[in-house]
């Protein structure tokens, strides 16, 4: 039990689109969802705290306009990277919590954004 | 900022047991000790948690020291695939996860 679901795994784009990334719980209901992104060789840092039916809290530095969170459904949560730019080119990680009792977060697969 | 401190990196012989230590000196009384581990271009996997006892599931065993300023992951025979990135976390409840830099593990053949 307990699977959170990432889509796309990889997607390239170019500088100026946006970027929609998709993180479902599949078989149990996150209340709470985070985003998370991480540089090569580097640690996860959180970008945002998703809260079904609110607006999302997003981490200090983190640009608000720049990386939109929707968190519409109990099962769904999506990160939009718009106007992305090369500097945007990261692995984009989602974790839910809920469904694993004291077992703590589950993690999506992540997705490889490249911005070309 | 990340509660935990652990080595950068470390190498294990496959086979061989591989400990890894966490250093958690400030931990309050009502948070877990985590453990998870990310494997290259992957999301982290949960591995095992504790309090304050000694735990130990199908992946590995967690050893706590009785004041629980610290920690050890154990992976009793290890293989080419545990080589991963390993991070000790202390949380509690609803708390957000904060990641610290983890221990980069090799296993060698």
């Known amino acids: 039990g307990a699977v959170v679901s990432q889509h796309p795994s990889r997607v390239i784009c170019k500088s100026g689109t946006s970027v929609k990334i998709e993180c479902r719980s599949l078989d149990f209901q996150a209340t709470t969802m985070f985003w998370y992104r991480q540089f090569p060789k580097q640690s996860l840092m959180l970008m945002a705290t998703?809260?079904?039916?609110?607006?999302?809290?997003?981490e200090q530095g983190v640009e608000k306009d720049k990386f939109l969170i929707n968190h519409a459904s109990l099962t769904l949560s999506t990160l939009t990277v718009t106007s992305a730019h090369p500097e945007d080119s990261s692995f984009y990680i989602c974790?839910?919590?809920?469904?694993?009792?004291?077992?703590?977060?589950?993690f999506g697969s992540g997705t490889r954004l490249t911005v070309v | 900022d990340a509660k935990t401190t652990q080595p950068t990196s470390m190498d294990c012989a496959e086979g061989r047991a591989a400990n890894l230590p966490c250093n958690h000196s400030?931990?309050?009384?009502?948070?877990?000790v985590y453990w998870y581990r990310q494997i290259h271009s992957q999301g982290p996997q949960y591995i095992i948690h504790?309090?304050?006892n000694n735990e130990t599931n199908e992946m590995a065993s967690l050893i706590i020291t009785e004041d629980r300023k610290s920690s050890t992951l154990i992976l009793p025979h290890a293989t080419l695939r545990d080589t991963a990135v390993y991070y000790c976390?202390?949380?509690?409840?609803?708390?957000?996860?904060?990641f610290g830099t983890g221990t980069r593990l090799t296993i060698i053949p």
């Open positions: 504790g309090l304050k």
């Open positions: 976390i202390v949380y509690f409840g609803n708390e957000k996860l904060t």
């Open positions: 400030t931990i309050s009384g009502n948070e877990y």
């Open positions: 974790s839910a919590r809920g469904g694993t009792g004291l077992k703590g977060y589950t």
């Open positions: 998703s809260n079904e039916g609110s607006k999302a809290t997003y």
